[in-house]
């Protein structure tokens, strides 16, 4: 059985193809969705700059080895696509301004446990242990209402960011 080497060009990416020389542009379809992940029915398979059937043989539309094919994906594919990558931009940073609000209450814990450290009086170390409770049960709130595929991540750094200081204050 002869085999054809082909070029498919999807979007801005070329694939290799190795598919036999007696295949239809069908063949081929399942083929370039196997290497590409477009579903068959969102395909059109361009050769020589014109639409190709489905039971086209692919010998019978000139192809020959080493040919260059051209996929393009359905109108509401793309519209898809484009729209899972906005959707993902976001994602990004919403993540991002949780994480940069996890980092700043981090830094508030650090620069009160300096200061408690520093503060030898027993009454300033409650005084100061209530305030960091209250900055940081309103920072814990602020941080709940952020939409983030990293949420439930940001939520379990917080709170082990709080569990030492807190441990601390029993002492």
Not at 38 to 58: H, N, S, T
Not at 71 to 87: H, K, N, P, T, V
Not at 144 to 165: F, I, M, Q
Request: aromatic content about 2%; glycine content about 8%.
């Amino acid at each position: 059985m002869t085999t054809l080497k082909l070029k498919l060009a999807h979007g801005t990416t070329l694939h290799e193809l190795i598919v036999p020389a007696e295949s239809s542009f069908e063949d081929l379809k399942a083929a370039a969705a196997k290497v590409t992940g477009v579903p068959v029915g969102d395909q059109k398979l361009l050769f020589r700059g014109r639409e190709r059937g489905d039971g086209d043989a692919i010998y019978a539309a000139g192809v020959k080895d080493g040919g260059k094919i051209m996929l393009i994906e359905s109108e509401a594919r793309r519209a898809e696509a484009a729209a899972r990558q906005a959707e993902t931009a976001e994602e990004k940073s919403k993540e991002a301004q949780a994480k940069a609000q996890l980092d700043a209450l981090s830094k508030k814990i650090d620069d009160v446990e300096a200061q408690i450290k520093q503060n030898a009086s027993t009454e300033g170390s409650l005084k100061q242990w209530v305030g960091l409770g209250e900055v940081l049960t309103k920072q814990l709130l602020e941080l709940d209402s952020v939409e983030a595929p990293g949420r439930a991540l940001a939520a379990a750094a917080a709170t082990s960011a709080l569990a030492p200081p807190l441990d601390r204050a029993h002492l």
